[in-house]
């Protein structure tokens, strides 16, 4: 059995399932979480598993030799502009970097739609970041290349739900059966968005921890609710800390607030320290998707639970499977 399947077969409530290795995603936009079968996403795992072996092995591959792949940031990036780099270089391709590009550019006042079909010509693959909502979407209607949504302001980030659930995976190696607790800016967290209707389509229980003004957007609980999900909203993480198999705090998103007294009123809202950690299950996992700006303190790095730094490292191998599948070379 694959390891995908394995994992999420015996818990999953839609069974059974077992991925084929049919060649889908080859030329295909990936712009949400929603996209996604069960069986697509067992897929994608499969092949991330088989890179992460190889990649251990070995070190590279070469399926990519020769391919091209753009990363295009209107917005900041470190992490997830490098690990794109990161996967497509560990593919055996190369990747033209254009990195926080200023809203007037390419810097002319050049249209999203022109950029694109200007960039596809070079590449094989479009790696996008921009800050409005439904631009990814509008940039992929254009373009004959795949278009992968690396964050579309405080919509989604499909690519960061995918590796988060596959370090879900790796680190308590099931997904049904767990509770799963968002803590800090899940009104204005993307990734957030994105990992919670993906994990919907498992049986988990959904708990959410913010502060009043920063809740979960009402129409992502109703649609999550809809799948049957059980979900309860806290200001307090001591209300559920010692439920919780999976603690998913996020950085409180200071560019999206227009009042900065707001954002100093919540800034420091939730910090995990020692002392949290304490009142935590044995083996519950602390992932963050980074960067964190205070959330969680640097004298927790040391506590096996804290898994925001293997999460990097997994989420190579998920890039790495969504390029070359994008591509039609998995
Ligand atoms: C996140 C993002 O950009 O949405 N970071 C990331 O992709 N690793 C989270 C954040 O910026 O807080």
Not at 147 to 154: E, F
Not at 303 to 316: I, K, N, S, T
């Amino acid at each position: 059995m694959t390891f995908a399947a394995n994992m999420i077969q015996v818990e999953s409530r839609r069974l059974p399932f077992q991925a084929q290795h049919d060649g889908r995603f080859r030329g295909q936009h990936i712009l949400s979480v929603s996209q996604f079968s069960l069986d697509d996403v067992a897929y994608i795992f499969d092949v991330a598993e088989e890179f992460r072996l190889i990649v251990k092995r070995v070190g590279s591959l070469e399926i990519c030799k020769g391919n091209i792949l753009v990363n295009l940031f209107y917005e900041p990036s470190t992490r997830t502009s490098s690990s794109f780099m990161a996967a497509m270089h560990r593919l055996g391709g190369t990747v033209i970097p254009i990195n926080e590009v200023r809203y007037s550019s390419v810097s002319k006042g050049e249209s999203l739609p022109d950029t694109i079909r200007t960039l596809e010509a070079y590449a094989d693959a479009i790696v996008l970041r921009h800050h409005e909502v439904g631009s990814v979407a509008q940039a992929a209607s254009v373009a004959h290349k795949p278009i992968i949504n690396a964050g579309d302001g405080i919509g989604e980030h499909p690519t960061q739900a995918l590796l988060d659930l596959y370090t879900i995976l790796q680190e308590r190696g099931r997904i049904a059966g767990l509770t799963v607790t968002m803590l800090g800016d899940l009104k204005y967290g993307r990734t957030v968005h994105s990992l919670a209707k993906l994990l919907a389509m498992f049986d988990v229980r959904l708990r959410y921890v913010s502060p009043e003004i920063l809740t979960m957007p009402p129409e992502l609980i109703v649609q999550i609710g809809e799948k049957g999900i059980e979900q309860a909203e806290y200001t307090d993480l001591n209300a559920v800390i010692a439920e919780t198999d999976v603690l998913y705090v996020t950085r409180i998103q200071k560019e999206r607030f227009t009042d900065p007294a707001a954002y100093d009123n919540v800034k420091d809202s939730y910090v995990i320290t020692p002392e949290t950690m304490a009142l935590a299950k044995p083996d519950m996992v602390l992932m963050h998707p980074l960067p964190r700006v205070g959330e969680i303190r640097m004298d927790v790095d040391g506590d096996p639970r804290a898994a925001y730094f293997r999460q990097v490292e997994y989420g190579v191998f998920v890039r790495m499977a969504l390029l070359a599948l994008v591509m039609g070379k998995a």
